[in-house]
T-cell receptor
Framework: GAGVSQSPSNKVTEKGKDVELRCDPI?????LYWYRQSLGQGLEFLIY????????KSGLPSDRFSAERTGGSVSTLTIQRTQQEDSAVYLC????????????????FGPGTRLTVL | DQQVKQNSPSLSVQEGRISILNCDYT??????FLWYKKYPAEGPTFLIS???IKDKNEDGRFTVFLNKSAKHLSLHIVPSQPGDSAVYFC???????????WGAGTKLIIKP
């Protein structure tokens, strides 16, 4: 079946502009994660959606970042007034979870969106 | 504060030999450890995991060893193949928290 898809694959924007990144998770997966990977760094957790529960936004670095997940499927990560330090690869992952321990619930990643802020 | 550390940014190994990738952690609450593999322009893919109640887990050419007293785990790949060239991430989770904490990754290069 289809895996996790993300769009666009690359985005170049000017400082101060808003950007929207999209994630289409695997059908039936209830959990959805957004991560950010800066150059030479590990994945940094941003936000987590699980079913109809309120999302965990504890990883969002500032109030310029927001995300939503419509109908329990597609998710959009929005960065307002982008800054150069926002340049990174943004990765989305989905998993079945459904009460399973995160350590045993395999996350399936999309290819990421490479964001460059000039 | 890096809770999961991969101190080797890169590792070069001859094809057919053993590759050993290392990972250290600081949080004693971690109860699951995972290894993911990432090719360029692709997302990470799950490779192998180990529960903190075990000290070894094996899957084909891949074996993960966990030393809880040293807060250290390692991934062994034997024999190494050219397709194993990738970046390997170590990640950890605590039962009380659904977040994965990731290391910075080690780039493995398999030389022919």
């Amino acid at each position: 079946g289809a895996g996790v898809s993300q769009s666009p694959s690359n985005k170049v924007t000017e400082k101060g502009k808003d950007v929207e990144l999209r994630c289409d998770p695997i059908s039936g997966h209830t959990a959805l994660y957004w991560y950010r990977q800066s150059l030479g760094q590990g994945l940094e957790f941003l936000i987590y959606f699980q079913g109809n529960s309120a999302p965990d936004k504890s990883g969002l670095p500032s109030d310029r970042f927001s995300a939503e997940r419509t109908g329990g499927s597609v998710s959009t990560l929005t960065i307002q007034r982008t800054q150069q330090e926002d340049s990174a690869v943004y990765l989305c992952a989905s998993s079945l979870l459904a009460g399973a321990h995160v350590g045993t619930d395999t996350q399936y990643f999309g290819p990421g969106t490479r964001l460059t802020v000039l | 504060d890096q809770q999961v550390k991969q101190n080797s940014p890169s590792l070069s190994v001859q094809e057919g030999r053993i590759s050993i990738l290392n990972c250290d952690y600081t949080n004693s609450m971690f109860d699951y450890f995972l290894w993911y593999k990432k090719y360029p322009a692709e997302g990470p893919t799950f490779l192998i995991s180990i529960s903190s109640i075990k000290d070894k887990n094996e899957d084909g050419r891949f074996t993960v060893f966990l030393n809880k007293s040293a807060k250290h785990l390692s991934l062994h790949i034997v024999p190494s193949q050219p397709g194993d060239s990738a970046v390997y991430f170590c990640a950890a989770s605590a039962k009380s928290n659904y977040q994965l904490i990731w290391g910075a990754g080690t780039k493995l290069i398999i030389k022919p």
